[in-house]
């Protein structure tokens, strides 16, 4: 049964930072690329950033270049999220989400909200 996991989200103030974590489980996390995505209030979901299998590169959104970072650990089935210099407008649910075997699967989400 495949399982993400999303978890480190919270309240940050402008100009703060967060380190996003989603823990993988139920199928071979070293095989699969891995992505996150973001969907704020009334917009629809988009896709935040990817990493390949081994980790050797990684793509993102135009909007969070310089600012996201995007990781991952095969050795603990997790991949990371590291977001700095967040604005308002990265108000978001974050989820995780991977493509094992041709089947989409997405974590529930974890809530970032940058607020003064």
């Known amino acids: 049964q495949v399982q993400l996991v999303e978890s480190g989200g919270g309240l940050v103030q402008p100009g703060g930072s967060l380190r996003l974590s989603c823990a993988a489980s139920?199928?071979?996390?070293?095989?699969?690329?891995m992505s996150w995505y973001r969907q704020a209030p009334g917009k629809e979901r988009e896709l935040v950033a990817g990493i390949t299998n081994t980790g050797g590169n990684t793509n993102y959104a135009d909007s969070v270049k310089g600012r996201f970072t995007i990781s991952r650990d095969n050795l603990k089935n997790t991949v990371y999220l590291q977001i700095n210099s967040l604005t308002p407008e990265d108000t978001a649910v974050y989820y995780c989400?991977?493509?094992?075997?041709?089947?989409?699967?997405w974590g529930q989400g974890t809530q970032v909200t940058v607020s003064s």
């Open positions: 139920g199928f071979t996390f070293s095989r699969y690329p």
């Open positions: 989400y991977a493509r094992p075997l041709g089947v989409h699967y």
